[in-house]
């Protein structure tokens, strides 16, 4: 059986919520393991970009979504065997004042009831010339503008309960995960690249100048979520598969009037998110169980 929490309706009190306390963690799990009871426990995090919530819907038991976007729901099941906790929408930094230790802190929290898999994803532009509308890209490095910039979800104090001080986020892509998941979109016949995603703060999308800059150093896609979670789940110790969905192709050019909207990103996940979550079964149908 599969168990629904949804952060819509039982609206913590968000404010009062300090991310960088371990306490306050604590009570956050505590929280949900009193909705979920024995259900809250996962082997496997699931985290669904824009419009991918239907990656939730892989467990059986649970309805099929209708609306594309953030859901704000977490979801415990099983898939393939692996015990799941998905998450059905993320926090983004431009929403909650570039406060990146509260946008990640889902990860610490499914952390909690055993998550040692990460499987993280985003709609995200494509600028690699060769990217096609619809393709997948997994994520084999990053540029993390906002934690260059000193806006890192590990900035502050560290509780040592956390994780370390100073991280290593010279493998924070599974290479083995890379690895199996290209071999499964081989196996389905689909286009799937690796490639460098760069995370920009948001909200507005990005000039072409900006684009073209990124470009030169060498980034395949860009979105403005994903790099948080990421560093904060290799804190953790959590290993790492990320994709992005290619919902559009970034600009390079300030004299092509092509404008990128939210609506445009969000139809493109509807209408490539059922290849996204075959790809994903077949990947969880792939790794070995914990
Ligand atoms: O990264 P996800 O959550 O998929 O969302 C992407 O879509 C939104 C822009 O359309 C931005 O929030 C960008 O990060």
Avoid: W
């Amino acid at each position: 059986m599969s168990v629904i929490i949804n952060n819509n309706e039982a609206q913590p009190a968000r404010a009062q919520i300090d991310p960088r306390s371990y306490e306050d963690l604590l009570i956050i799990a505590a929280t949900i393991r009193e909705i979920a009871g024995d259900r809250a426990q996962a082997d496997i995090g699931i985290i669904c970009g824009s419009g991918l919530g239907g990656l939730g819907n892989l467990i059986p038991g649970f309805p099929p979504l209708h609306v594309p976007g953030h859901k704000g729901i977490m979801l415990f099941g099983r898939i393939a065997g692996h015990r799941v906790v998905c998450l059905q929408g993320r926090f983004h930094p431009y929403e909650y004042n570039m406060n990146l230790a509260l946008c990640a802190l889902p990860v610490r929290v499914i952390h909690q009831f055993g998550v040692r898999t990460l499987l993280v994803s985003n709609a995200a532009g494509g600028i690699n010339p060769n990217f096609q509308y619809g393709d997948l890209m997994l994520i084999k490095d990053h540029i993390f503008l906002p934690g260059l910039a000193g806006m890192s979800p590990l900035v502050g104090i560290n509780d040592d309960r956390f994780g370390a001080r100073f991280v290593s986020v010279h493998d924070s892509y599974d290479r083995s995960f890379r690895k199996l998941a290209l071999d499964v979109a081989t196996n389905q016949g689909i286009r799937v690249f690796e490639g460098i995603y760069v995370m920009c703060g948001g909200p507005q999308y990005e000039s072409p100048a900006e684009v073209s800059l990124f470009k030169t150093v060498g980034a395949d896609a860009l979105g403005m979520s994903t790099c948080h979670e990421v560093t904060v789940a290799r804190q953790c110790g959590i290993k790492v598969l990320g994709m992005s969905l290619i919902t559009n192709i970034a600009n390079l050019d300030a004299d092509n009037s092509v404008e990128v909207s939210h609506e445009e990103v969000l139809q493109a996940a509807s209408e490539n998110g059922a290849r996204a979550a075959q790809f994903v079964k077949g990947i969880l149908e792939k790794l070995p169980l914990a």
